[in-house]
Each structure stands twice: as structure tokens, then as C-alpha cells.
């Protein structure tokens, strides 16, 4: 009876999703990776794009690191992307192109959890597996009526409970009505399909389930920035030529396309591990002189806030001016202002790199008035 009114209700009300549309494996496990800690209404236009850009495996697995990066730029949480593409180059190297059915080899992916495998291998597969996700574990929670329920009970429970004939249905199924009916707050419970078996709202505790967890102390840091601006004597220059920091820097830098004298703004790319990895950024104001470059801090810029998961960082941008672009140091790169979309740049850095062109436009308003 739980099946069947959980599946009727999910086939009368299922949201018109862009993956739920044209399945493929590859497309359930890319959901999969975007809609991980990220709202569906973000996620859709991403995946859209994504597919675009890289419709499957080998599409994916032959792309560069800062291609991946610069086509999830925004979407937040880059270890997903680095995953993502990693495992694109294992399916495609140790497993023919194909992806794998079995969960457990599922697992042997970078980034694929227990949930993520029992998602892909039912959605996309159709094995009778469950996957307990966050809304599952919150639907769940308030059908046994219970408040800190172990992971292994909740995948013991889930399993119990699989339609076998409509396994993928029945997963999504459970998570949309996490998602739209039985929600953190406010549930609708006279809308759900399975209140008459709901322990919690029989009891009264719905809004005791699951228990709340502890929340982390938010740190908080300060930066301070180094927009870097050099003059740049031609286009066909050093900076120019070294484009997008040798095949895999920024999209095309500057591409050789920029006015003679325009400025050039430093970046340099983060290590290959750790928050941000890869992606590009603008210096630390401290790191200047180790990268040979003297200049006098000159306008400070409007400072940018961004929210991690557990850090709140203030990033205060200065205006430094130097000498014409010479040829960068190793990982660092000059790029045209105009053309930082191209690349990596994390959300706080595209806002410091907008508050350098306004500063840009408002000297050449000065400058011509």
C-alpha cells in the first residue's frame, strides 16, 4: 500500500525536470554530482549547459581541468567537478566508456558515495537498491517516528520498503516528497500520500524529526587582495602569448586581441588540492614581493564577502600598479580585465575582478574628461 500510493503520487505530481527527460547514464550520474548540496532551481541551467559542452564520457574525460572548472564556475563546491571529471577519465579508461551497473564498482568512482551509487544504479539501471539522501533521511525519520536514526537503519528501512518493479521511480520518489511535501519546516502533511503511516504525525513530533544536529561555528578570515594592474606595451607581448597560462590557464587570457597599453590584472592559480583547487584567483598583497613585483598600494577597492560551508571570508582588494607586464612567474598569469570570465574564477574573485573594471572605467572617464 506504501508503494503504491508513494508512486501514484509521484506520477501525478513529479516535477518536468531536464534529467528526468532524456536518461542516460552518464546524464543520472551528472545530476547526481550538481544536485549535491545545491538547491534544483540552480542546478537546471548548469545542467543544461554542461550537457551542451560535454554531452558524455569521453567529451568530459578528454577536457581540460580548467575547462571543467570554468563551465561549473558559480555552481560551487569544485571538489564535485574535479570528481566528476576524474571519474569520467575511469569509466572511460578502466571500464571501456561504459558505466558500470554494479554498485560497488559504482563506489570505486571518485566522489561516489553509497548514495550516489545506489541512485545511479537504480535510476539509471534499474537494480533494487536504495539511496538515502538527506530528504530520505528526513521522510523516513518521521515515518518511524524516530529522532537520530542510525545510517544502517535507514538503509535497512529503505530496502524494506523498494518497489522492485519501479526501484529508480521509487527512490526519486521518496526524495520528491522530501523535497516538495515533507519539508524541513512547514510540511504538508494533509498533502502527503502516506500520513495514515506516518508515526510522527500520529504521535505529534513531526516537527522534532529528525533532530536537529549541532551547527559548527562559522570562522571567520580576512584577505588582503592584490588587484595588480601593469600596463601592457603590445598585444602580441609575453602576457599575450602566454594566453591562458600554457594550454590550461583562463579560457584565452588576453588572446592577443587587446588594445596596445591596456592594463593586465595578475592571477595565480590555486594548488592542485584543498579549497578552490585549481581554480584561479588574485594574489595576496603579501606575495608580491616574492613574486618580484614592487608597486605602491594605491585605491582601496569595495570589500567582497563570501560564505563557505564553515568560513565566512572578507576579501580586501588594493589597487597596485607595477611595471609593464613582463612574463609571469610559474602558475600565475596576466589577463586582459575585460576577459576574466575566461577564466576559472571563483564567485568572490569575478566580484573583486568587476569592482577592477568600474575602477578601470572610472579613470578613463577621468582621464578623458
Not at 571501456?96 to 545511479?120: H, I, K, M, N
Not at 602576457?239 to 588572446?255: F, R
Amino acid at each position: 500500500m506504501f508503494r503504491r500510493r508513494l508512486l501514484d503520487h509521484f506520477d501525478r505530481c513529479r516535477r518536468d525536470l531536464p534529467w528526468r527527460r532524456d536518461r542516460t547514464p552518464y546524464s543520472v550520474v551528472v545530476s547526481e554530482f550538481m544536485l549535491q548540496q545545491t538547491r534544483v532551481e540552480t542546478v537546471i541551467p548548469y545542467y543544461r549547459r554542461w550537457l551542451t559542452r560535454f554531452p558524455d564520457w569521453r567529451s568530459l574525460a578528454g577536457a581540460s581541468d580548467n575547462e571543467v572548472l570554468l563551465e561549473w564556475k558559480g555552481l560551487g563546491y569544485y571538489g564535485r567537478a574535479r570528481n566528476l571529471h576524474r571519474s569520467a577519465k575511469m569509466v572511460c579508461g578502466r571500464f571501456g566508456g561504459r558505466l558500470p551497473d554494479d554498485p560497488r564498482q559504482l563506489r570505486s568512482l571518485p566522489g561516489v558515495g553509497e548514495y550516489t551509487a545506489g541512485a545511479v544504479a537504480s535510476i539509471a539501471f534499474g537494480q533494487t537498491v536504495p539511496a538515502v539522501d538527506g530528504n530520505v533521511r528526513r521522510v523516513l525519520s518521521r515515518l518511524l517516528d524516530v529522532g537520530d536514526p542510525t545510517p544502517a537503519r535507514l538503509r535497512d528501512e529503505a530496502a524494506r520498503l523498494i518497489d522492485p518493479d519501479r526501484p529508480g521511480d521509487f527512490n526519486e520518489a521518496l526524495m520528491e516528497l522530501g523535497a516538495t511535501v515533507c519539508t524541513p519546516r512547514s510540511p504538508r502533511c494533509d498533502a502527503c500520500p502516506v500520513e495514515e503511516e506516518c508515526g510522527a504525525l500520529a504521535a505529534g513530533t513531526v516537527a522534532e524529526r529528525p533532530s536537529r544536529s549541532v551547527r559548527r561555528r562559522v570562522r571567520r578570515v580576512e584577505y588582503a587582495v592584490a588587484v595588480v594592474v601593469a600596463e601592457a606595451p603590445c598585444p602580441s607581448d609575453a602576457a599575450a602569448s602566454h594566453g591562458g597560462g600554457g594550454g590550461d590557464g583562463g579560457g584565452h587570457g588576453d588572446g592577443g586581441t587587446g588594445t596596445p597599453g591596456y592594463p593586465r590584472t595578475l592571477l595565480v592559480k590555486r594548488p592542485p588540492t584543498g579549497l578552490l583547487a585549481g581554480m584561479w584567483e588574485f594574489p595576496a598583497l603579501a606575495a608580491l614581493p616574492d613574486l618580484g613585483l614592487t608597486g605602491t598600494p594605491g585605491p582601496r577597492l569595495d570589500p567582497v564577502t563570501h560564505a563557505f560551508t564553515h568560513l565566512r571570508a572578507t576579501y580586501r582588494p588594493v589597487i597596485v600598479r607595477v611595471a609593464p607586464a613582463a612574463p609571469p612567474p610559474a602558475d600565475h598569469a596576466w589577463a586582459h580585465p575585460d576577459h576574466l570570465d575566461e577564466w576559472a574564477l571563483p564567485v568572490a574573485q569575478q566580484k573583486i575582478g568587476a569592482l577592477l573594471r568600474e575602477w578601470l572605467r572610472g579613470n578613463r572617464r577621468r582621464a578623458s574628461g
